[in-house]
T-cell receptor, first 116, second 111 residues
């Protein structure tokens, strides 16, 4: 149990376009989902915390108008990178915690975004 | 603020034990985690330890926690080539959901 999927796994887009990444908890309900960004050979940087039915909480320095997060159901959160630029190219990973079990985060397989 | 540090690289031979170390600064950390990341993949939770414990064993994995020195280690017994990956330690406070990750240790296991 506790499987998290992400779609797409890879996406290449042109500069100026918007890209949506989906994160789904497949076999459990996730009250909270997290979005991370990872640059090559670096650690994960938390971008935002997303609670179902409420606005996401963004970490300092993360532009909420650029990285739109929607957590409309207990099994789905989406991250939309708006007006993407080459510097947004990165590996985006989501994670989720089960309802009433906040001590374990289960991670998705990640989405590689390349902006040309 | 919170800071979690790890050595960047560890190389061992197949069959040997591997020990990956981690230090953290937040004395109110209550949960400490080890995650494994294979190339191009997400993170796999290996194990975690509550701060009132000093050791936890799970098959080939042994976690040791020295709370006084804020030092956490992960020992992998009988290391296999399939254990080659990046290992991240992370810490979390009770009541907060945010994980703070270390820099990651790249483990290379040679035959």
């Amino acid at each position: 149990g506790a499987v998290v999927s992400q779609h797409p796994s890879r996406v290449i887009c042109k500069s100026g376009t918007s890209v949506k990444i989906e994160c789904r908890s497949l076999d459990f309900q996730a009250t909270t989902m997290f979005w991370y960004r990872q640059f090559p050979k670096q650690s994960l940087m938390l971008m935002a915390t997303s609670n179902e039915g409420s606005k996401a909480t963004y970490e300092q320095g993360v532009e909420k108008d650029k990285f739109l997060i929607n957590h409309a159901s207990l099994t789905l959160s989406t991250l939309t990178v708006t007006s993407a630029h080459p510097e947004d190219s990165s590996f985006y990973i989501c994670s989720a915690t089960r309802t009433r079990s906040y001590n374990e985060q289960f991670f998705g397989p990640g989405t590689r975004l390349t902006v040309l | 603020g919170e800071d979690v540090e790890q050595s960047l690289f560890l190389s061992v031979r197949e069959g040997d034990s591997s020990v990956i170390n981690c230090t953290y600064t937040d004395s109110s950390s209550t949960y400490l985690y080890w995650y494994k990341q294979e190339p191009g993949a997400g993170l796999q939770l290996l194990t975690y330890i509550f701060s009132n414990m000093d050791m936890k064993q799970d098959q080939r994995l042994t976690v040791l926690l020295n709370k006084k020195d804020k030092h956490l280690s992960l020992r992998i017994a009988d290391t296999q080539t399939g254990d080659s990956a990046i290992y991240f330690c992370a810490e979390k406070n009770t009541g907060f959901q945010k994980l703070v990750f270390g820099t990651g240790t790249r483990l290379l296991v040679s035959p």
